[in-house]
């Protein structure tokens, strides 16, 4: 009762508490209400507080092999060396996270799109809720949401699986004091999912 009490204090500290009614997941305004298997992600996210800047690798693979999870949890290191796979896009991203709570992260993407010399900027938050991780991102265009666990005291682990459309990623982010990397990959539209990726991502961030 002293941890959740404790929670809802936290939260009308930051103007949001919602101590009084449960939270949708996909909710990216109000702070959930802290339970006790919260406490094992207190700060999980507050080392990415701050501004980070870099580009988005997005590659493309025209040929996958047959699926082997080996190379696909963690990523691949080497996936843009094979033959078939050429760098189909990039994006020069901004994102701004600020903590609330030691629980709930709100964060602005800023991506630029060299090719289109468009700019989409988008918002969300990093969430513990109900002793789970969550990732919800308002793009102009949807809600992404993903799942997420912890490898360690600086990886994240983010996926999601929806199969109508089909919309599979997994993505390993690793923070440091710097650099903020990222590998990942996904399936889309009509993907074999007995297959490879047809998508693989790559990015390095840097603190501003």
Known sequence: ??????????????????????VP????????????????FMYAFAKLDGTWHGTFYIYRDTTPDSRGEAQLK??????????DIYLSDSVVVTQQYKSRTPFFQEVRITDYYPDQGKTV?????????????????RKP???????????GARTIIWS?????????????????DSTYTIRGWGYYSQA????????????????Q
């Open 192 to 207: 074999n999912l007995a297959k490879m990726p047809p998508f693989w991502f790559e990015a390095t961030y840097y603190r």
């Open 121 to 137: 900027v988008s918002k969300g938050v990093n969430k513990v809720q109900n002793g789970q991780l969550w990732c919800v991102v």
């Open 74 to 83: 963690p990523p691949a290191t080497d996936f843009w060396r094979k033959p």
């Open 141 to 151: 265009e949807e809600t992404v949401i993903h799942e997420g666990r912890l490898d």
């Open 25 to 40: 997941i996909n909710d990216t305004d109000d702070i959930p209400q802290s339970v006790p298997a919260d406490s094992a």
């Open 160 to 176: 999601r699986d929806e199969r109508d459309p089909l919309k599979v990623e997994y993505f390993r982010e690793e923070v440091e």
């Open 1 to 22: 009762m002293k941890f959740l009490l404790w929670g809802c204090i936290v939260g009308m500290m930051a103007v949001a508490s919602t101590c009084d009614r449960d």
